[in-house]
């Protein structure tokens, strides 16, 4: 069964603008990993949060984790037409697997 | 370039056909998996091989069979296809079993089983 699960669905928006979009979880998790994946490719790995952080950034990245809420969020900043991609969370617990949601899909339209 | 490599990328079977999808790993990773890729599913693990010489169910074995034919190269097999098969199929590797790290994926195998 799936761990995490992404909100929103699909998501459209104006280059420039930033994209925000959440991920929620039911178990404790180690660490929880954020991939993103174009039409017709494999999954690209982003960024990493561990269950004792609460903050992340990679370039125009920025995650959060709220592990008492079970949710973390992906914030893309100004984005760009290359950010349209499908974007995946998936969390590491202590059974040696990645679970993955079903993803949220972002248009970015020029 | 280092990676995963999967072989084929397209494949088209008849029910009852058999096949094995191959993946190769060049960066040294110690755990390897399978997932398949159904809309609006996200990712589902078929197995994973944690370290070289194990191998073990994820959450939809049926159906399937695996080798971790040595550090670097981990297959999938399907003894005899079936429609409900049909799917893109991912091998990805990552550095040890704890999941600290991220994982790296393959391009995919697109299957379909008429």
């Known amino acids: 069964s799936q761990q995490g699960e992404e909100d929103p669905q699909a998501l459209s928006i104006q280059e420039g603008e930033n994209a925000t979009m959440n991920c929620s979880y039911k178990?404790?998790?180690?660490?929880l990993q954020w991939y993103r994946q174009n039409s017709g490719r494999g999954l690209v790995h982003l960024i990493l949060?561990?269950?004792?952080?609460r903050e992340k950034h990679s370039g125009r990245l920025r995650v959060t984790l709220d592990t008492s809420k079970k949710s973390s969020s992906l914030l893309i900043t100004a984005s760009r037409a290359a950010d349209t991609a499908s974007y995946f969370c998936?969390?590491?617990?202590?059974?040696?697997?990645?679970?993955f949601g079903a993803g949220t899909t972002v248009t970015v339209r020029a | 370039n280092a990676g995963v490599t999967q072989t084929p990328k397209f494949q088209v079977l008849k029910t009852g056909q058999s096949m094995t999808l191959q993946c190769a790993q060049d960066m040294n990773h110690n755990s390897m998996y399978w997932y398949r890729q159904d809309p609006g599913m996200g990712l589902r693990l078929i197995y994973y091989s944690a370290s070289e010489g194990t191998t073990d169910k994820g959450e939809v074995p049926n159906g399937y069979n695996v080798s971790r034919l040595n550090k670097r190269e981990f297959s999938l097999r399907l003894e005899s296809a079936a429609p409900s098969q049909t799917s893109v199929y991912f091998c990805a590797s990552t550095r040890d079993r704890g999941n600290n790290y991220g994982y790296t994926f393959g391009s995919g195998t697109r299957l379909t089983v008429v």
């Open positions: 178990t404790s998790i180690n660490n």
């Open positions: 949060i561990r269950s004792n952080e």
């Open positions: 998936a969390t590491a617990s202590n059974d040696y697997k990645l679970s």
